[in-house]
Structure formats: C-alpha cells, structure tokens
C-alpha cells in the first residue's frame, strides 16, 4: 500500500544532525509512528546506525527503568560512536521530560527523536523540561495538500497549484471528499465506507479510553463526551460556557477544565476574541474548532454524509481555521476571530502586532469581488493595509479606502 508522504518528513529529517532532541508530538493515529519508521528505515540506507524503542513494549520498557540501563543498552549497540534513537511512546515514561533532559546534558553522541500522543506528559513537562534542548515538531492530520499529492498518485507533487487550476471540478470534489472524512491516514487509505466508520469509531474510543479515561483522570467520560458532540454541533459559532455547563449537566469549572483537556490532547482548537474597544466588542467567549473534520463529523453521525452547502460551510470554516493555525504554528503572529455586541463578525484575524489581517470564509464560488456589511464594519474600524476573502473559486482583488482585499480560492491560501 502507498504510503501518504508527510511534508513534515523533510524537516525532521534537517534536524537529524542538530544535536537537540527532535521531539514530534501530535493527536493519536495521525501518523506519528509511520514518519519515524520512515525516518528511520531513510538513514539506515544511508549508513546510519539507529536503535528502536515502543514504550508500549513492556521488553523496550525495562531499558527505561533507570538512566543508567538505558545508557548500557546504548553502548552496547553504538560504543562510542554516533547514532540514532527513536523512541516511540514516550508519553508511557513516568516524568519522561526529566529522563531525557538527564540524557540530554551528558552529552552523549547519541541523537534523540521522540515521539508520543497528545497527552498532558508529553504537551506539557516534557515541553517545560526540555526547554533549550529540543526543538517541537507538530504532526497534524493530513493537508489538503497532502491528500491530493496523495489520490492523484503524486503525478503532479510540487505542482499542485496547477493541478488546480487546471482541474478545477476535481478539486472541489476532493475538498468535499476531505471536509467529510478528514485527515487520519488510517481513513484516507480505507477505500470502503464502513470500513472508514469502524475504523474512526476505534480512533476516537481510543482517545476517550488512553488520553481522556487513563492519563487526564476524567471520571465522566460520558459528560466529556457529551461536551464534545455540543462544540461539534457549535463549530465556527461562539461558544458560551455557562451555556455549555447547562447543556453537559456539569459545573463551570469542570468545563473550563474539559475544555483544557481536548485542546491540550489535539482534539479541539480554542480561538479567542481580537478586541480593542472593550465596550462594544466581544472579549471572553471562543469559537472552537476541531484538528479533523472527520472527527467532529462523526461525533454528530454526519460522518461522510454531508453533501449540501449549507452543511458544509461550517466545516469549511473549520477546515481554513485549521490551515491559518498550522501557519502560525511558531511564529509571532496569533489567531482570533472578531465580533460585536451588535452581531458584526469576521471570521479569522490574524494578529501581527504592527499590522492585522481579517480573512472572510465563504463556501460559494463567487462570481465578483463582494464585501459584506460586517468585513467594511470592521475595515473602517481599524483601517489595515490588507484583508483576505477565502472562497471556492474566484482570485481578483479590489480596494476600499486604505485596504487592498484579496479574492483568493482556497488552495491558494
């Protein structure tokens, strides 16, 4: 079976001679494993000597029971010369981001890349721990990019922009294939409908059962759950948390606390509100976003059935949400969403801190450059030098007042 190529496996693979830890983390079954066997099984053909270590594998965990045992096991395979250590499942490890920060400053000549699920371990004392002395990859779900390079068998890898263009109805027919199953490999490469189902049904009572039951002590996994459905049914809108307190039957703090929970386990993103007029704009409430679309799909029994535009809208938001994210992911810039007490909204801000960017979601093929009513509230607010409109077909531009807005298709974005 062809393996989906990640475009991650690139820069990962530039760090294997930095002498800091690669650390990849990222949701379950997005393909975390696959990358570093791909990593691994890469070097080796170059020459490179590497070791494997599953921490899943109670025969891999003895190793890890001490500093010290690990550090044999190591000499034995590599002496004193280089190598390379992939240890799968770090999260397993009790107080693992102090295990290798230990390693780390012995100054070994052993390169370490380190993966795990998105558990509290691993996003938070590991990354605390380890602060100087790694540098932090995020493997998300699949791109849209990467499923197409992907489904068109990589005829045209690295000129996509012109499959494109030049395929316009089959793009539009791919995108609604991606808005409804998402981007787990494991989903991609499964041909057949109920197969897909079974298998995102195992993924997600995988995350409740190893991230939410086990590693985060959530005692009601069904008022999670439940939660979860809710910001589903309310992606791309605002959500309240009284509101979603009434809706769960739990307290507010328990939903403060759940919601920490999904978004540090990869499963919702949180957007919070851009504001500078404290009395008439919106500052507390977020919108959520979901890391798939599959995923948020299938806890509301849409998975895979969503065929009309005004299902789809929302999960398009969601869809360039999860884009402008991973491109801000490690940059100075920040992602807000801006509304007014008088119901005026734009979907995405980009915060630059000189400058600021709002970007309009449309999920139509627009004929001509259209503004609505809200985007010039805002453009006449605060005069920036740039905004985006993200639709399904139309590239033009036009200026208003100070403002050079940008018609871009989605795959341009």
Same mark, same amino acid.
């Given at each position: 079976?062809?393996?989906?190529?990640?475009?991650?496996?690139?820069?990962?693979?530039?760090?294997?001679?930095?002498?800091?830890?690669?650390?990849?983390v990222?949701?379950r079954?997005?393909?975390k494993?696959?990358?570093?066997?791909?990593?691994?099984?890469?070097?080796?053909?170059?020459?490179?000597?590497t070791?494997?270590?599953n921490?899943?594998?109670?025969?891999?965990k003895?190793?890890? =029971?001490?500093?010290?045992?690990?550090?044999?096991?190591?000499q034995?395979?590599f002496?004193?010369?280089?190598?390379?250590?992939?240890?799968?499942? !770090?999260?397993?490890?009790?107080?693992?981001?102090?295990?290798?920060?230990?390693?780390?400053?012995m100054?070994?000549?052993?390169?370490?890349?380190?993966?795990?699920s998105?558990s509290l371990e691993?996003?938070?004392?590991?990354?605390?721990?380890?602060?100087?002395?790694?540098?932090?990859?995020e493997?998300?779900?699949?791109?849209?990019?990467?499923?197409?390079d992907?489904k068109?068998?990589?005829?045209?890898?690295n000129?996509m922009?012109?499959?494109?263009?030049?395929?316009?109805?089959?793009?539009l027919?791919?995108?609604?294939?991606y808005l409804?199953?998402?981007g787990?490999?494991r989903?991609i490469?499964?041909?057949?409908?109920t197969?897909?189902?079974?298998?995102?049904?195992?993924?997600?009572?995988s995350?409740?059962?190893k991230?939410?039951?086990?590693?985060?002590?959530?005692?009601r996994?069904?008022?999670?759950?439940?939660? !979860?459905?809710i910001?589903?049914?309310? @992606?791309?809108?605002i959500?309240?948390?009284?509101e979603?307190?009434?809706?769960?039957?739990?307290?507010?703090?328990?939903?403060?606390?759940?919601?920490?929970?999904?978004?540090? @386990?990869?499963? !919702?993103?949180?957007?919070?509100p851009?504001f500078?007029?404290?009395?008439?704009? !919106?500052?507390?409430?977020?919108?959520?976003?979901?890391?798939?679309?599959?995923?948020?799909?299938?806890s509301?029994?849409?998975?895979?059935?969503?065929?009309?535009? $005004?299902?789809?809208?929302?999960?398009?938001?969601?869809?360039?949400?999860?884009?402008? $994210?991973?491109?801000?992911a490690f940059?100075?810039?920040?992602?807000?969403?801006?509304?007014?007490l008088?119901?005026?909204?734009?979907?995405?801000v980009?915060?630059?801190?000189?400058?600021?960017?709002?970007?309009?979601?449309?999920?139509?093929?627009?004929?001509?450059?259209e503004? @609505?009513?809200?985007l010039r =509230?805002?453009?006449?607010k605060y005069?920036?030098?740039? $905004?985006?409109?993200?639709?399904?077909?139309?590239?033009?531009?036009?200026?208003?007042?100070? @403002?050079?807005?940008k018609?871009?298709?989605?795959?341009?974005?």
């Open positions: 079976m062809t393996l989906i190529k990640r475009d991650l496996f690139l820069e990962i693979q530039k760090h294997l001679d930095a002498k800091e830890i690669s650390l990849i990222g949701p079954q997005v393909g494993t696959t990358l570093m066997e791909e990593l691994q099984k890469d070097e080796e053909a170059r020459g490179v000597k070791i494997w270590f921490l899943d594998y109670e025969t891999d003895t190793f890890f =029971s001490s500093q010290n045992n690990l550090l044999k096991k190591l034995l395979e002496g004193q010369k280089k190598g390379l250590v992939f240890i799968d499942e !770090i999260q397993r490890k009790e107080n693992a981001g102090l295990f290798l920060k230990g390693l780390y400053d100054n070994l000549p052993y390169k370490f890349v380190v993966s795990g998105g691993l996003k938070e004392k590991i990354h605390e721990s380890l602060t100087g002395r790694k540098r932090l990859f493997l998300n779900p699949v791109g849209f990019s990467e499923f197409v992907y068109t068998e990589y005829k045209y890898n000129r922009e012109q499959f494109y263009e030049v395929h316009k109805e089959e793009t027919n791919l995108l609604v294939e409804n199953f998402g787990y490999p989903i490469l499964e041909p057949l409908l197969e897909k189902i079974k298998l995102m049904n195992e993924i997600f009572r995350y409740l059962e991230d939410i039951a086990y590693l985060l002590k959530v005692e996994i069904d008022a999670f759950t439940k939660l !979860i459905q910001l589903a049914n309310q @992606t791309g809108r959500a309240s948390y009284s979603l307190a009434k809706q769960v039957g739990i307290s507010l703090p328990t939903v403060k606390n759940y919601l920490w929970y999904a978004e540090k @386990t990869f499963i !919702i993103r949180i957007i919070t851009f500078r007029n404290k009395g008439k704009e !919106i500052l507390k409430s977020p919108v959520v976003y979901f890391y798939d679309t599959g995923l948020r799909n299938f509301l029994n849409f998975f895979g059935n969503l065929h009309q535009p $005004a299902q789809l809208g929302f999960v398009f938001q969601n869809f360039i949400a999860n884009r402008l $994210a991973v491109n801000s940059s100075s810039q920040s992602l807000h969403f801006w509304r007014t008088d119901q005026a909204e734009v979907d995405f980009l915060n630059r801190g000189n400058n600021i960017l709002p970007i309009e979601v449309k999920y139509t093929a627009l004929k001509k450059p503004v @609505t009513r809200s =509230s805002f453009l006449d005069k920036p030098p740039e $905004a985006l409109v993200i639709n399904l077909t139309l590239e033009a531009e036009m200026e208003i007042a100070e @403002t050079k807005i018609f871009l298709p989605f795959y341009l974005l």
